[in-house]
């Protein structure tokens, strides 16, 4: 009987060791999948077109070449437009972008509205776009829409002017809304290819000069659905 109980409750022990060794290997197995996840989630970065800089009182955000319409743009001898915002956050200087210059070309900057001088009023933001935007539709009532005939009638010596739009004689925007400032490449010196990025370097006239590894946009890739396409269902993936 002795024997028997001996062996009896070292089998147990036995059994309970084995126990213990499967529940700290659940443990560490389920702790190395959740620190997997938790790396693996603090290392993903917000998805973004472009890069940011900042000198002196200005920040250049959202920095990127656009993607062309046509992609022989970007071929060798074409020509490339950035896009950006400029912020000047000084609360008491005007500052100006001189110039902006790179090895891939030429590049000429035109301000606001067309405006030969690109000037950054003190908290002032200038969008750097393609060109010109479509203007607001004649039914949409904002702000600066209705005040338009205010300024019309209070001025008489303007009464001219719809006449020349009546004749058909299109009067270009000056908005720096619907127009606003373009910094374009020519004469490309090498192919521009999406996912690689270049070096554009900015001059402003009190804020200095700051250089940006410019990154290109990627051309936009149509999604391939079928009868068995659809969202993926929640809580799929992961452990």
């Known amino acids: 009987m002795t024997a028997l109980k001996a062996v009896t409750a070292h089998s147990a022990r036995r059994r309970m060791v084995t126990v213990a060794a ?16 938790h790396t693996q989630t603090s290392s993903q970065a917000a998805a973004i077109n ?50 902006v210059s790179s090895d891939l070309g030429q590049i000429k900057i035109t301000g606001p509205a067309g405006d030969p001088k690109f000037v950054l009023k003190p908290q002032q933001t200038v969008v750097v776009g ?25 001025a008489p010596t303007t009464s001219a002017a719809p006449t020349s739009t009546a004749a058909g004689v299109d009067i270009p925007s000056k908005d720096p809304v619907t127009t606003p400032a373009t910094i374009e490449i020519t004469g490309l010196t090498k192919d521009i290819v999406p996912g ?4 554009v370097t900015f001059n402003f006239k009190d804020a200095g000069t700051v250089q940006v590894s410019v990154p290109v946009d990627a051309a936009a890739v149509p999604r391939i659905e079928n009868e068995k396409s659809g969202p993926a269902p929640e809580g799929a993936g992961g452990h």
Do not use: F, M, W
């Open 130 to 154: 393609p060109g010109e935007t479509k203007p607001a539709a004649a039914d949409d009532h904002h702000g600066t829409t209705s005040a338009a005939p205010t300024t019309t009638s209070a």
């Open 196 to 199: 690689l990025t270049y070096n």
């Open 50 to 99: 472009g890069n940011h800089a900042n000198v002196g009182a200005i920040a250049l955000r959202n920095v990127h070449i656009i993607y062309p319409e046509a992609a022989a743009e970007h071929d060798k001898g074409g020509k490339a437009v950035l896009a950006l915002s400029i912020i000047n956050n000084s609360e008491t200087v005007t500052d100006e972008l001189t110039s």
């Open 22 to 37: 499967l529940a700290a290997a659940a443990g560490i197995a389920l702790t190395g999948c959740s620190a997997g996840q």
